[in-house]
């Protein structure tokens, strides 16, 4: 799978790759392309964005940056599922998350402070996904989240099993997970439920499926 994101701050991204589970998978199952729309700006010293038309504070990310970032990249051959991520966008589920890890590629469009023309969402996108209905100041963190989220679905990404029932997952009914409890099995006389000490696989499953929140 190969995700491109178009982004500022392509450096931002330099933790999250050296940590698990995209460190796991980069250059085997995902190839990652961190692409900074300075390098192709048709605007003189590197600008990107401008004021809002109508005024307010606050700058906006420019639709002809984007258009020149995406074909210097692309040309005409533009990718099936380009995502702008804002708030606007529809709410990320497990389930979309499922969806997007079937591709084989992707292209992560980001943005900072008031975001984008919506030029880019209606024109240069195909879809808008949002992390959550609240703005932030770094527009990387939402492609990270996707970023991290897809990844840890790639063959490989987690160790045989732990991914198996993740939140949101269709087998856990879309809720969330299961309480989940380790050693000590007492601590200042908060106990581990004994079907979890028990051995017993079966019981110890259907325990967990009465709990998913």
Excluded: C
Excluded at 132 to 159: E, H, T
Excluded at 197 to 211: F, Q, V
């Amino acid at each position: 799978m190969r995700i491109d994101v178009f982004t500022l701050v392509p450096h931002a991204f330099a933790w999250l790759t050296e940590q698990q589970p995209i460190a796991g998978v980069l250059g085997t199952e995902l190839e990652l392309r961190l692409i900074n729309y300075r390098e192709t700006t048709p605007l003189r010293a590197g600008q990107v964005d401008d004021e809002p038309y109508g005024g307010g504070a606050g700058m906006v990310l420019r639709v002809d940056v984007v258009a020149a970032a995406l074909e210097a990249v692309y040309g005409e051959d533009r990718p099936e599922r380009v995502i702008a991520l804002t708030p606007q966008g529809r709410p990320l589920t497990q389930q979309i998350v499922e969806e997007l890890a079937e591709q084989t590629q992707l292209t992560l469009l980001s943005s900072r402070f008031e975001g984008f023309d919506e030029r880019i969402v209606q024109h240069l996108s195909t879809e808008a996904i949002s992390v959550g209905p609240y703005v932030l100041s770094n527009g990387d963190l939402p492609a990270m989240i996707l970023l991290d989220a897809v990844a840890r679905r790639l063959p490989g990404a987690l160790a045989e099993g732990s991914g198996e029932l993740e939140s949101f997952s269709e087998e856990l009914g879309g809720g969330l997970e299961y309480p989940h409890y380790t050693r000590p099995a007492e601590f200042r006389g908060w106990k581990v439920p004994d079907v979890l000490l028990s051995g017993d696989h079966a019981k110890i499953e259907a325990w967990r499926r009465e709990r998913v929140r």
